[in-house]
């Protein structure tokens, strides 16, 4: 399953509002995942099953969709928000991972 | 706290072999499904291999199949990669990820990630 995220990149400014989408090339239900990657770091888990928060993450960051098409949206972006981001299908095997959105000031 | 600290990773020349290694504190090892997923210099993510809470299934992204290992020791709280043939595309840095239980498909995703740790294939 390819997940095509778009845009590639974004540039955006405090207090924005963004919205990041990630399209499936089959359906996957709602085994969806968000993460955030900073530079020289791990990834870090955002949403999960499509809208799903993660414990600790800050309410700004929402999730929707299922089957093929979903979206990342951050509210009212903060200084910290300004990375890459990666969807990722776990809908079955081989799991797969978006090619990525950076999100740069 | 949920830790994962990967070992292992180094300079290796094309065609050598190499074990990484992912020790695991703060949660049940044996109840968790666990992963290896790589990112190559400046490239975005790729999953490489996952493992059952129980560690009777094995799953592998089709580039690596026959060439790489994952194994788990639960009395030991250990993830493995066993890593063999390696060429240039193989280089990445290497985390090790927790993943739901059983097994991380169609469960909550990838919660915690190790450091990583960075495998070098050159001669």
């Known amino acids: 399953i390819q997940l095509t995220q778009s845009p590639s990149s974004l540039s955006a400014s405090v207090g924005d509002r963004v919205t990041i989408t990630c399209r499936a090339s089959q359906g996957i239900s709602s085994y969806l995942v968000w993460y955030q990657q900073k530079p020289g770091k791990a990834p870090k888990l955002l949403i999960y099953?499509?809208?799903t928060l993660q414990s600790g993450v800050p309410s700004r960051f929402s999730g929707s969709g299922s089957g093929t098409d979903f979206t990342l949206t951050i509210s009212s972006l903060q200084p910290e928000d300004f990375a890459t981001y990666y969807c990722q299908q776990i809908n079955s095997y081989p799991i797969t991972f978006g090619q990525g959105t950076r999100l740069d000031i | 706290e949920v830790q994962l600290l990967e070992s292992g990773g180094g300079l290796v020349q094309p065609g050598g072999s190499l074990r990484l290694s992912c020790a695991a504190s703060g949660f049940t090892f044996r109840s968790h499904s666990l992963a290896w997923v790589r990112q190559a210099p400046g490239k975005g993510l790729e999953w490489v291999s996952s493992?059952?809470?129980?560690?009777?299934?094995?799953y592998y992204t089709d580039s690596v199949k026959g060439r790489l290992t994952i194994s788990r020791d639960n009395s030991k709280n250990t993830l493995y990669l066993q890593m063999s043939s390696l060429g240039a595309e193989d280089t990445a840095i290497y985390y090790c990820?927790?993943?739901?239980?059983?097994?991380?498909?169609?469960?909550?995703?990838?919660?915690?990630w190790g450091q990583g740790t960075t495998v070098t294939v050159s001669s």
């Open positions: 990820a927790k993943g739901s239980s059983p097994d991380i498909i169609r469960g909550s995703g990838l919660g915690a």
């Open positions: 493992i059952s809470s129980s560690g009777d299934y094995t």
């Open positions: 099953a499509a809208s």
